[in-house]
């Protein structure tokens, strides 16, 4: 058994062996092996993987499409791949604090849901002017997906409820309160979803004509590049980013350390939560301009595989999540290009999740090999 | 009143046994967050069986229902596998492995179903019709007032769900495994000293979690949706983990909670019809049972005792 493996022990050990490069080569691993996975199945069912590969760029504004309808161009889906981008981004840093403090936010999609509804119906629907009206859906969405986040970070405090179940409640609760406050009073009668925003308040700046090209410009993007600098600094340099990661990486070293465990774990929550209702009003107030009722954006739960994927780093997320979305989002092109059904982006997502998971067991089994030698 | 009886039954025994499966894994000492997704992967390989299989049969005939149900059970088992390899094996983070899989389920079956449907059924669809399964009314005792009801209308799995919750019973507290597995949870160091193999026990636990979840989710594919599409996520899965920790990870103080689930569920659906009230207040109906989970939480979380070494990775060499 041994013998057999040294010649694979000795591939694996010279490029993830370095204790340095483990931090970005196993995750690169585990995305090539779901690649590879992926494009076996679509081989399988006939249809060429490096094709349907491309497809995805194509679709995501990355590689130039054969043809292009009028003021469209390959700037326009990377415009709108942006797009995409921003709310998984801010979905991506919510997840992250929540692991830095041992706690597995699970409820970010409701939480996007909570603070996108909450903006859509305050602000999205009053004639305030732009100025005032897109700071006040930032603001507001921060704060409503905080206070989702505190309650469940209170639950777990104080009445010692695991809080990825809490989380999996509160999604549907808010699914159910929000589908039912659109269908009695917010629905338009054609699209079946929330009547529309108004452009003031949205946080996206739509068919803005530039040359020749009409694009959708995210404005919330420079808000997460903002988010993740304020994210890294947060942890890497202030008191409370230490506490943070002194209770999610032992509870009773830090209580022993006069650390307050429960208030770290709450205020750890209220910034997850935050994040994720910037996440909700870039996605329902920006990307998107309408609420469909009874559906949770996918975005919370991919954001999980992004936040794995970076090594919960708030750098390693830009590149995870950039994957995660030229996967997601070029799905769609690729069905109608390629014939591919667009449900294998989230399957391929699901298996980088799988081998994500594993990564603690191949740092480990890589370091028992290297003591061996 | 009868109709609250019956559709509350049959709400809560699916969620009953995949509680069962819940409660084996977890007092082996096994974090189940996996419910979830296990029993919707086990209704997609018993729906994708008898919706195979159905044209060999006559319309009304129950062999594809009792072989899908065999089937879900196999299925579940198969893909619990993963949850057992990622904890007991490679050492993993329970929680996270358990996500992980419910997100991987629903992913995989979505595509699977309309890759199969395109491919093999020749019809762009994202769902397997499966039909309600037949019922059986009990024919004497059915007819005690309130009482009977319990009897009139019954789906066949109901039967089979309270044979295998018997015989997982009788297992768990009276059988020299079962005690073997519930050391594992609360001392799983004193479990190999005596000589037992703490990752085999914890194996076989999880693999009997992920049957019991796949026998849950045909179950409901069959009686409440009557198909199998990605609407079998519906957080059954987690409803089965409120229930089981509101019943303190013991079977009978379970079987009280998912009654009351399904109770409460049936109830609120007989309120909006008899109040008449429109259509769009069934959401407030549904958010009944979720809402009664997060109360029964905040309830009863304190007080109970989860198995001591639950959710933690057995290493030979910890003292």
């Not at chain 1, 700037?75 to 997840?95: E, Q, R, Y």
């Not at chain 1, 942890?235 to 830090?254: D, M, N, P, Q, Y």
């Not at chain 2, 194996?203 to 796949?214: D, E, F, R, T």
């Given at each position: 058994?041994?013998?057999?493996?040294?010649?694979?022990?000795?591939?694996?050990?010279?490029?993830?062996?370095?204790?340095?490069?483990?931090?970005?080569?196993?995750?690169?691993?585990?995305?090539?092996?779901?690649?590879?996975?992926?494009?076996?199945?679509?081989?399988?069912?006939?249809?060429?993987?490096?094709?349907?590969?491309?497809?995805?760029?194509?679709?995501?504004?990355?590689?130039?499409?054969?043809?292009?309808?009028?003021?469209?161009?390959?700037?326009?889906?990377?415009?709108?791949?942006?797009?995409?981008?921003?709310?998984?981004?801010?979905?991506?840093?919510?997840?992250?604090?929540?692991?830095?403090?041992?706690?597995?936010?699970?409820?970010?999609s409701?939480?996007?849901?909570?603070?996108?509804?909450?903006?859509?119906?305050?602000?999205?629907?009053?004639?305030?002017?732009?100025?005032?009206?897109?700071?006040?859906?930032?603001?507001?969405?921060?704060?409503?997906?905080?206070?989702?986040?505190?309650?469940?970070?209170?639950?777990?405090?104080?009445?010692?409820?695991?809080?990825?179940?809490?989380?999996?409640?509160?999604?549907?609760?808010?699914?159910?309160?929000?589908?039912?406050?659109?269908?009695?009073?917010?629905?338009?009668?054609?699209?079946?979803?929330?009547?529309?925003?108004?452009?003031?308040?949205?946080?996206?700046?739509?068919?803005?004509?530039?040359?020749?090209?009409?694009?959708?410009?995210?404005?919330?993007?420079?808000?997460?590049?903002?988010?993740?600098?304020?994210?890294?600094?947060?942890?890497?340099?202030?008191?409370?980013?230490?506490?943070?990661?002194?209770?999610?990486?032992?509870?009773?070293?830090?209580?022993?350390?006069?650390?307050?465990?429960?208030?770290?774990?709450?205020?750890?929550?209220?910034?997850?939560?935050?994040?994720?209702?910037?996440?909700?009003?870039?996605?329902?107030?920006?990307?998107?301009?309408?609420?469909?009722?009874?559906v949770l954006a996918g975005t919370g739960y991919d954001a999980?595989?992004?936040?794995?994927?970076?090594?919960?780093?708030?750098?390693?997320?830009?590149?995870?999540?950039?994957?995660?979305?030229?996967?997601s989002?070029?799905?769609?092109?690729?069905?109608?290009?390629?014939?591919?059904?667009?449900?294998?982006?989230s399957?391929?997502t699901?298996?980088?999740?799988?081998?994500?998971?594993?990564?603690?067991?191949?740092?480990?089994?890589?370091?028992?090999?290297?003591?061996?030698? | 009143?009868?109709?609250?009886?019956?559709?509350?039954?049959?709400?809560?025994?699916?969620?009953?046994?995949?509680?069962?499966?819940?409660?084996?894994?977890?007092?082996?000492?096994?974090?189940?967050?996996?419910?979830?997704?296990?029993?919707?992967?086990?209704?997609?390989?018993?729906?994708?069986?008898?919706?195979?299989?159905?044209?060999?049969?006559?319309?009304?005939?129950?062999?594809?229902?009792?072989?899908?149900?065999?089937?879900?059970?196999?299925?579940?088992?198969?893909?619990?596998?993963?949850?057992?390899?990622?904890?007991?094996?490679?050492?993993?983070?329970?929680?996270?492995?358990?996500?992980?899989?419910?997100?991987?389920?629903m992913a995989?079956?979505?595509?699977?179903?309309?890759?199969?449907?395109?491919?093999?059924?020749?019809?762009?669809?994202?769902?397997?019709?499966?039909?309600?399964?037949?019922?059986?009314?009990?024919?004497?005792?059915?007819?005690?007032?309130?009482?009977?009801?319990?009897?009139?209308?019954?789906?066949?799995?109901?039967?089979?769900?309270?044979?295998?919750?018997?015989?997982?019973?009788?297992?768990?507290?009276?059988?020299?495994?079962?005690?073997?597995?519930?050391?594992?949870?609360?001392?799983?160091?004193?479990?190999?000293?005596?000589?037992?193999?703490?990752?085999?026990?914890?194996?076989?636990?999880?693999?009997?979690?992920?049957?019991?979840?796949?026998?849950?989710?045909?179950?409901?594919?069959?009686?409440?949706?009557?198909?199998?599409?990605?609407?079998?996520?519906?957080?059954?899965?987690?409803?089965?983990?409120?229930?089981?920790?509101?019943?303190?990870?013991?079977?009978?103080?379970?079987?009280?909670?998912?009654?009351?689930?399904?109770?409460?569920?049936?109830?609120?659906?007989?309120?909006?019809?008899?109040?008449?009230?429109?259509?769009?207040?069934?959401?407030?109906?549904?958010?009944?049972?979720?809402?009664?989970?997060?109360?029964?939480?905040?309830?009863?979380?304190?007080?109970?005792?989860?198995?001591?070494?639950?959710?933690?990775?057995?290493?030979?060499?910890?003292?």
């Amino acid at each position: 058994m041994k013998k057999k493996n040294g010649l694979i022990q000795k591939i694996i050990l010279s490029t993830i062996g370095h204790e340095k490069r483990q931090t970005y080569m196993i995750p690169v691993f585990s995305i090539l092996i779901s690649l590879i996975v992926g494009a076996v199945v679509i081989a399988f069912l006939g249809k060429n993987p490096f094709l349907a590969y491309y497809n995805l760029l194509q679709g995501s504004g990355l590689a130039p499409k054969a043809s292009y309808a009028g003021y469209k161009g390959i700037i326009t889906d990377f415009a709108s791949f942006l797009n995409a981008l921003t709310p998984m981004l801010f979905a991506a840093l919510s997840v992250i604090i929540a692991l830095k403090a041992g706690l597995f936010n699970i409820g970010v999609s409701g939480q996007m849901l909570a603070a996108g509804f909450t903006a859509t119906i305050l602000i999205g629907y009053s004639v305030l002017p732009a100025a005032v009206a897109k700071p006040l859906v930032v603001v507001i969405g921060f704060v409503m997906g905080a206070l989702v986040g505190a309650l469940v970070g209170y639950f777990k405090h104080k009445f010692n409820i695991n809080e990825v179940v809490s989380t999996i409640m509160l999604n549907y609760i808010i699914q159910y309160i929000v589908s039912f406050f659109i269908n009695t009073f917010y629905v338009d009668p054609v699209s079946r979803q929330s009547k529309t925003v108004g452009a003031a308040g949205r946080l996206t700046l739509t068919d803005v004509v530039i040359g020749s090209y009409k694009m959708d410009i995210p404005l919330g993007i420079l808000l997460a590049a903002a988010g993740i600098v304020v994210t890294a600094f947060l942890l890497k340099k202030t008191t409370l980013g230490f506490e943070i990661k002194a209770v999610g990486s032992s509870v009773r070293a830090a209580e022993y350390a006069g650390i307050r465990v429960g208030r770290t774990r709450v205020l750890a929550m209220m910034l997850s939560g935050g994040f994720a209702g910037l996440a909700g009003v870039t996605y329902y107030v920006g990307y998107f301009a309408s609420i469909q009722p009874r559906v949770l954006a996918g975005t919370g739960y991919d954001a999980i595989a992004v936040a794995l994927l970076g090594n919960s780093s708030p750098v390693g997320i830009v590149f995870s999540s950039f994957l995660i979305t030229v996967i997601s989002k070029g799905s769609t092109y690729m069905s109608s290009a390629s014939g591919v059904q667009p449900e294998i982006a989230s399957a391929i997502t699901g298996v980088v999740l799988l081998f994500s998971a594993c990564g603690a067991f191949v740092k480990y089994k890589v370091d028992r090999w290297k003591e061996e030698r | 009143m009868n109709t609250i009886i019956i559709d509350g039954l049959s709400f809560a025994l699916p969620l009953f046994i995949m509680a069962i499966g819940g409660i084996y894994c977890e007092r082996s000492g096994i974090t189940n967050l996996a419910i979830e997704g296990l029993q919707g992967f086990g209704a997609f390989c018993g729906a994708l069986f008898a919706v195979s299989i159905a044209g060999s049969f006559a319309g009304n005939s129950p062999v594809p229902f009792y072989l899908a149900m065999v089937f879900a059970f196999l299925g579940g088992m198969l893909f619990s596998l993963i949850h057992a390899l990622l904890c007991i094996r490679f050492k993993a983070n329970q929680v996270i492995s358990g996500v992980v899989i419910n997100i991987l389920a629903m992913a995989l079956t979505e595509f699977l179903t309309k890759q199969i449907n395109a491919s093999i059924f020749g019809a762009a669809s994202n769902k397997f019709v499966l039909g309600v399964s037949a019922r059986l009314t009990v024919p004497v005792i059915s007819k005690i007032p309130l009482l009977g009801a319990v009897f009139t209308n019954l789906y066949p799995f109901e039967l089979v769900i309270v044979l295998i919750a018997f015989l997982a019973w009788f297992v768990l507290y009276k059988t020299r495994f079962g005690l073997h597995l519930r050391a594992c949870g609360d001392n799983p160091h004193a479990v190999d000293a005596a000589g037992i193999r703490v990752g085999r026990v914890r194996l076989i636990a999880v693999m009997a979690s992920g049957a019991l979840s796949g026998l849950g989710g045909i179950c409901f594919a069959y009686s409440i949706s009557a198909n199998f599409s990605s609407n079998i996520y519906s957080g059954y899965g987690y409803l089965a983990i409120a229930a089981l920790i509101f019943g303190n990870w013991k079977i009978m103080p379970t079987l009280g909670a998912c009654l009351l689930f399904g109770f409460a569920r049936s109830a609120g659906y007989e309120l909006v019809k008899v109040l008449g009230m429109p259509s769009t207040y069934q959401d407030l109906v549904m958010l009944l049972p979720y809402v009664l989970t997060l109360l029964m939480l905040i309830f009863f979380s304190k007080k109970n005792h989860a198995p001591r070494a639950l959710g933690e990775i057995y290493d030979k060499g910890a003292r």
